[in-house]
């Protein structure tokens, strides 16, 4: 099992994510990818923690660097962390042999903690309740996307699948890739069992993160989604997104790309489309999700 944690511009979160990962029982390989810091991040693991290896980059790649990181590994299974997320002990194991069991399966999402109050995200409800139908032999619930900082895959079917998009950067980053991993064959799972934990770091520019996050979804509903659904999720968001300057330069940045997305637009097959259509409802009623899950 290896590790693949992000960061940038926060050293202090980042040695304590890959400090906890180094005392976990499985060892995994550490692979940090620095995503341009100019705090000293790279640096002060390197001098702290000799033996993780570190990928100082020279600009911002957002989720692409955890593209880099897992590169970087040899392991069939790689673990992503943000640097303020961290595993229980003995997850990381249950998760291995969960997918050495389940062949078909692509990558597991954890139960996810949010600290110090020790209290479930509310995503998790979202989680364990998720309406897609599973296959019989699924040891939980089906998912349709997941958490990237709570989850593992397996390497072979993550970098078939391409990783994560270039053109994303971050942010509502995992709808494209599931997606797309259903689509070649594989499932994405959710398990009660595997722990990660997760304290909000106050670095963090909270209105940029929603711009983006606003337009990737806009963004993949129209690379993925059949017309008709495209059409009512646009609305859909229209109607509920905050009325303020964010929500309009998110907009004005996905019609940027409407070239690029008339260019690569390819909706996913009917019967994916079919089954993973019953998330609509579940994340127009989400209040975990705001307007852009």
């Known amino acids: 099992m ?17 400090s906890r990962l180094r005392e976990l029982p499985e060892r995994p390989h550490i692979v940090l990818v620095d995503n341009g810091s100019t705090d000293g ?20 790649l957002g989720a692409v660097g955890r593209n880099i990181g897992v590169r970087r590994t040899r392991t069939p299974y790689v673990a992503f962390c ?38 479930e995200d509310p995503i998790v409800a979202e989680l364990r309740n998720s309406p897609v139908p599973a296959p019989d032999w699924m040891p939980g619930p089906a998912l349709g996307s997941f958490l990237a900082g709570a989850s593992v895959v397996r390497r072979d079917a993550f970098e078939a699948a391409g990783g ?8 509502g980053e ?4 599931a997606t797309d991993l259903i689509a070649a ?13 997760h304290r909000a770091s106050a670095v963090r520019d ?20 059949p017309f008709a659904p495209a059409v009512r999720r646009t609305l859909f968001l229209a109607r509920t997104v905050p009325r303020d300057r964010t929500s309009l330069l998110g907009a004005l940045d996905a019609l940027r790309g409407a070239a690029w997305l008339l260019a690569e637009r ?27 899950g």
């Open 206 to 225: 909270s209105a940029h993160r929603r711009r983006v996050g606003l337009r990737n979804t806009l963004w993949f509903t129209w690379l993925r989604r």
């Open 82 to 119: 943000d640097d303020d997320t961290w595993w229980s002990p003995g997850s990381l194991s249950r998760a291995a042999d969960v997918l050495d069991a389940h062949p078909r399966l692509a990558l597991v999402n954890a139960r996810i903690m949010v600290e110090p109050a020790g209290s």
């Open 41 to 60: 991040t790279a640096d002060a693991v390197r001098e702290r923690h000799p033996d993780v290896e570190v990928v100082a980059l020279g600009e911002n």
């Open 174 to 177: 995992e709808e494209l890739l």
């Open 164 to 171: 994560f998009s270039e053109r994303l950067w971050l942010g």
């Open 185 to 197: 064959g594989w499932e994405l799972c959710y398990l009660e069992d595997l722990i990660v934990h």
């Open 266 to 292: 390819r909706p996913r097959p009917a019967a994916v489309e079919a089954r993973l259509s019953r998330l609509d409802e579940a994340q127009r009623r989400s209040t975990a999700r705001r307007y852009v």
């Open 2 to 18: 290896s590790a693949v944690v992000i960061t940038w511009q926060r050293r202090a979160e980042a040695l304590a994510c890959v």
